[in-house]
């Protein structure tokens, strides 16, 4: 019998509409209707249902021996040594000893159980996710601006009707494919401008007169965006009247962009003058103040993942402020969100200095109301904890946690200066992962989970668009997968903790439900019998017959004032700049056909032969000058450490820049290479940018010899 089940994709913050039908012992997917992806579905939704059956499918837990080897155990062994090692590191350094790493693609209902299950259960503050790696500086800038961070205020289909868009670092033709059909519109009308330091298949979607592509240097985003609003000035397109009732702080935004004058951009840069003001053309005369349709502002991972991310996408939002687009029907800024459920990941708890509602860890309100709904005292509910690059770095040493539990994460090869992370994780007294593969962190982990994934298990997600939508079970599970909901019910009854840990999704929403009502990301009127039904909820939905909220800020911005704060950045170097030794910038990102880590994609037949291994890829000029030809094995080596794979010569980067993809582990792995110095706000660390060496790999004997 095969039964047709309406869900969502595993994967990115799109959430793409599949259909799943079970046939013969395997399942296809197939795209269903909705609005993000109206039908389409790129390669990774396509094979998505290969990674049920992925060969290497982790099945009973796993308990490393005294050899050293992980071997099969029962659960029961497996909670044992948990418990064990959890109470033994507690008892001699208090509750702190322990941590835990979560994941922004768990669901809404796990998300806000792993954030109770930390706090009280375990009874540390000691919680941080991937998430943080993800957009932290865009929540940290929007939360400044408009005092709430929902990546996009708006539903995505919006962008279609505007005259402009301005992607800033985001090469969403290969992370979301089926979105592009959003961009017909502006590109229709030659309003597609995209700043990359590659020419990106994003980048291509404005050739042919559909916009303009600004090819700046890695790390300059904040002074082309103080360029453009430099030209705004100059073009009298600022929108005073906005300006006058929504906004405050104009003065001193406006006196740092008055020294951005073109040229001074075009050095700092490498964006020519008239390909600047031709920018700041086509976005000023979109804007409804003058007459257009409409515009735009969007940030990527480009832009964010940076040391000084928090103040770039500041420059974003001042620029759009400036324009009159925020809180208007028709035009806005608004960040790109990257993982499945990256937006209510960082909504419920899991954030280290958060509770759920996206309410603050250090509000003594929040606190009482959080800890009303979990039956326990708002006295026993730990203080803020550290973020994620901190928290990596502090993992085994003197001050720092000897226990970490991981669940949805592998930083074993998405964090920054991987040499340190895994010898901070081989370090500790016992690390735990939960995942349904063996990833490069559950390799190294003491005890591995096996656990259920998307389509064999309920749960709710919220998409980019901050929209909450239902994934549905298709399958049965294997024997010996469990899901989380019951591991932290388990974990927690063993460790003495008097809290009920609901185990039923339904349960958990209801109660994550009551504990968001009234905060930011409130969900109090979200239930399971609503999106069971089809519906698909924008947060804010404070009551059962509220419709959700599509568009936020039409009316007022969600500081205490009404307004949006505008706050004066200016520009920051590269933390890791050039300097003799290292005279290129390693950019990293994304291929279409791997996800994150690549844990789960590189299992994946259909995606491996596109994409089989990494690739250092080279601008031809560099190339010459290395003595380096296609697919010559090069190295590339930074102040933190080495990565070894093939060139692909490319005339579409800027020759100052070489690109890795981070997808891939070991030798490989792009993070051996990148700098884990932090935004001073959001704790995002700079993946974005670092200055590198690059030489032919088997020269690399040879110099060591000779040295
Ligand atoms: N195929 C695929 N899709 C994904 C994911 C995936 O792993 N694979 N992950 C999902 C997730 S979690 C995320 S966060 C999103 C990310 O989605 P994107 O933000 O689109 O992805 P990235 O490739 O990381 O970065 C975007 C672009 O930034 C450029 N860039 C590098 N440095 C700079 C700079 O200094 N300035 C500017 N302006 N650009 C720069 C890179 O050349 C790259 O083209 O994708 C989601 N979708
Ligand atoms: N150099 C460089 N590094 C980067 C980036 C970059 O652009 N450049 N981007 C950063 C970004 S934006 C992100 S989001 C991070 C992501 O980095 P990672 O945390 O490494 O992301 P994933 O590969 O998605 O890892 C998720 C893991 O959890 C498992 N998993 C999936 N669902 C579940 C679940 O429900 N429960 C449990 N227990 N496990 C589950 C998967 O099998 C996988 O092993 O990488 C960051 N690292
Ligand atoms: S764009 Fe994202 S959500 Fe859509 S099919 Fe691809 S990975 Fe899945
Ligand atoms: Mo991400």
């Known amino acids: 019998m095969s039964e047709r089940t309406e869900t969502h994709c595993p994967y990115c913050a799109l959430q793409c509409g599949m259909q799943l039908t079970p046939a ?62 959890v109470r033994a590191a507690q008892a001699r350094r208090g509750p702190d000893a322990v941590a835990v790493f979560g994941g922004g693609g768990l669901t809404n209902e796990k998300a806000y159980s792993l954030g109770k299950f930390a706090r009280i259960a375990l009874g540390t503050r000691l919680i941080d996710y991937n998430g943080r790696f993800c957009m932290s500086s865009a929540a940290a800038a929007g939360n400044r601006a408009f005092g709430l961070d929902r990546g996009l205020p708006f539903p995505l289909t919006d962008l279609d009707g505007a005259d402009a868009v301005l992607l800033v670092g985001s090469n969403l033709a290969e992370t979301m494919p089926p979105s592009v059909q959003h961009l ?40 082309v965006l103080l360029g453009l609003l430099h030209l705004a000035i100059q073009r009298e397109a600022v929108d005073a009247r906005y300006l006058r009732d929504r906004v405050t702080g104009w003065d001193g935004v406006a006196r740092a962009a008055v020294q951005w004058w073109p040229e001074r951009v075009e050095r700092a840069t490498g964006v020519p003058v008239e390909r600047l003001r031709r920018a700041a053309e086509i976005l000023c005369a979109a804007t409804p103040s ?3 349709r409409g515009a735009y502002v969007l940030t990527g991972r480009g832009a964010e993942q940076h040391a000084h991310g928090t103040d770039t996408v500041t420059a974003a939002i001042n620029l759009s402020l400036a324009l009159g687009l925020c809180g208007r029907e028709g035009s806005g800024y608004g960040c790109i969100t990257g993982q499945g459920n990256g937006q209510g990941g960082r909504e419920h708890g899991q954030k280290a200095d958060q509770l759920p509602g996206y309410r603050r860890i250090d509000d003594p309100a929040a606190r009482e109301h959080v800890a009303q709904v979990w039956g326990v005292d708002a006295g026993s509910i730990p203080g803020p904890g550290v973020p994620a690059v901190e928290l990596l770095r502090s993992l085994g040493t003197t001050s720092g946690p000897s226990v970490l539990l991981v669940h949805g994460a592998n930083p074993a090869v998405s964090a ?55 994934r549905r ?27 009920t840990f609901a185990t039923d999704p339904a349960q958990v929403l209801d109660e994550l439900a009551r504990a968001s ?65 290292a005279p290129l910038y390693l950019i990293t990102g994304r291929l279409l056909q791997h996800y994150q880590s690549g844990a789960q994609t590189r299992r994946i037949g259909g995606l491996t ?29 930074s102040a933190r450490g080495s990565a070894t794979a093939p060139a692909r010569l490319s005339r579409t980067l800027r020759p100052e820049v070489v690109f890795m993809p981070f ?3 070991g030798t490989q792995a792009a993070n051996n290479l990148t700098n884990p110095a932090t935004d001073p706000i959001s704790g995002m660390p700079e993946f974005k940018v670092c200055a590198v060496d690059v030489v032919a790999a088997r020269s690399i004997p040879l110099t060591e010899e000779a040295s």
């Open 24 to 85: 013969d012992g395997t399942v296809s997917a197939e795209p269903r209707d909705f609005p993000t992806n109206r039908g389409g579905l790129c390669q990774k939704g396509w094979t998505s249902p290969a990674l049920l059956r992925a060969t290497d499918r982790i099945t009973t837990p796993l308990v490393r021996d005294a050899s050293g080897e992980l071997r099969p155990t029962s659960w029961e062994q497996a909670y044992g040594r948990i418990v064990d090692g």
């Open 184 to 223: 017909s519109g502006p590109r229709s009308r030659g309003g597609l401008v995209v700043i990359d330091p590659r020419h990106t298949p994003t980048a291509a979607l404005t050739d042919d007169g559909a916009g303009l592509h600004l090819q700046a240097l890695p790390g300059t985003d904040l002074v």
């Open 290 to 292: 003058a007459g257009g």
């Open 416 to 470: 920054p200066d991987l040499t340190a992370v895994q010898e901070r994780l081989r370090s500790l007294d016992l690390l735990v992962v939960c995942d349904f593969v063996p990833s490069e962190t559950a390799q190294l982990a003491d005890v591995v989970l096996p656990t259920t994934q998307w389509a064999e298990e309920s749960g709710t997600m919220t998409n980019l668009e901050g929209r909450i939508l239902m």
């Open 473 to 499: 079970k298709a399958v049965r599970p294997p024997d010996g997968a469990r899901d989380e909901l019951r591991i932290w019910h388990d974990l927690a009854a063993l460790l003495g903790c008097a809290a």
């Open 517 to 581: 009502a009234g905060g930011i990301a409130d969900y109090g009127g979200v239930s399971w019998e609503r999106l069971q039904s089809g519906e698909a909820i924008h947060w804010p939905c404070p009551r059962p017959d509220h419709p959700g909220t599509p568009r936020l800020f039409l009316d007022s911005f969600a500081t205490a004032d009404g307004r949006a704060r505008m706050v004066p950045v200016d520009a920051a170097p590269v933390d890791d700049d050039l300097r003799p030794g």
């Open 609 to 637: 032969r596109g994409a089989p291994q990494a690739f250092v890829q080279l601008h031809p000029i560099t190339a010459q000058r290395l003595g380096v030809e296609e697919g010559t094995d090069v190295t590339v080596t």
């Open 663 to 665: 997808h891939f582990a």
